[in-house]
C-alpha cells in the first residue's frame, strides 16, 4: 500500500497480547501507541509545512536528504513493516521454497539465525537488523542505525529486527541477546515468503 500525506497509524494486524509471552503487552501498547504514533505525528508537522513534498509517498521520502524528515519516515515505515513481520508465537513455519533461498545465500537455516543474530546484537546503539533480497535476487543479511532503510541501497526487505530499546527493555532489560534469540518463535514467516515473491 502507498501511504502518502496526511500519514496515519495503521491497526496492529493482532492484538497487543498476541505476541505474549515473547514480547509483552505493555512494550507493544508503548511501541506502537506512542513510539510509532510519534514518528507518524512528527512526520506530519514536518511535511505540513512543505507543500512541495506533500505528495510524495512514504518509500520517496525513506531517501530525503532532510535528517528529520528521513529519520521520521523511517520510523513510520519500519515499525509498518515490522508490525507485519511478527505473529503469534508458533504459530509459523519455514517453508520449502524459502528455506531453499536462504540455503542458497546462507548454507543453513542455522547458519541464517546466527547471521542474523550476530548482525542484530552488533548494532551499536539503536537500529535494525534486516534480511533483504539484492539486486541479483540473492538473500543478504545488513543492518541499519537509526531508523535507516535498506530500500535507500536499491535492497528489499524481507524481515526485520526492531533493536532499539524501546523494543525490548521492559521485558529483557539490557539484555538484547535474550529478546532476539527469543524473537524468533513470533517471526512471520508466510510473510517473509510473500514479500520475496510477490
Ligand atoms: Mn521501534
Redesign the pocket.
Known amino acids: 500500500m502507498i501511504k502518502t500525506y496526511p500519514f496515519t497509524l495503521d491497526l496492529l494486524p493482532y492484538a497487543y497480547d498476541a505476541l505474549e509471552p515473547v514480547i509483552d503487552k505493555e512494550t507493544m501498547e508503548i511501541?506502537h501507541g506512542k513510539?510509532?504514533q510519534t514518528y507518524c505525528d512528527n512526520l506530519n508537522k514536518l511535511i505540513g509545512d512543505m507543500i512541495d513534498l506533500q505528495g510524495l509517498s512514504l518509500q520517496e521520502l525513506l531517501s530525503s536528504d532532510q535528517l528529520p524528515i528521513k529519520n521520521n519516515a523511517g520510523g513510520v515505515w519500519?515499525?509498518d513493516f515490522?508490525w507485519e513481520s511478527m505473529t503469534t508465537p508458533g504459530v509459523s513455519q519455514i517453508e520449502n521454497s524459502l528455506k531453499v533461498e536462504i540455503e542458497k545465500a546462507f548454507a543453513s537455516v542455522e547458519e541464517f539465525m546466527a547471521k542474523f543474530e550476530a548482525a542484530a546484537l552488533g548494532r551499536f546503539g539503536s537500529g535494525w537488523a534486516w534480511l533483504v533480497k539484492n539486486k541479483e535476487g540473492g538473500l543478504e543479511i545488513t543492518s541499519t542505525a537509526n531508523q535507516d532503510n535498506p530500500l535507500v541501497d536499491g535492497l528489499t526487505p524481507l524481515l526485520a529486527i526492531?533493536v532499539?530499546e524501546?523494543?525490548y527493555y521492559l521485558k529483557y532489560k539490557n539484555k538484547r541477546v535474550d529478546y532476539v534469540k527469543a524473537w524468533w518463535q513470533v517471526v512471520n514467516w508466510d510473510k517473509v515468503e510473500e514479500r520475496l515473491s510477490p
Open positions: 511501541h513510539h510509532h519500519n515499525h515490522f526492531d532499539w524501546h523494543a
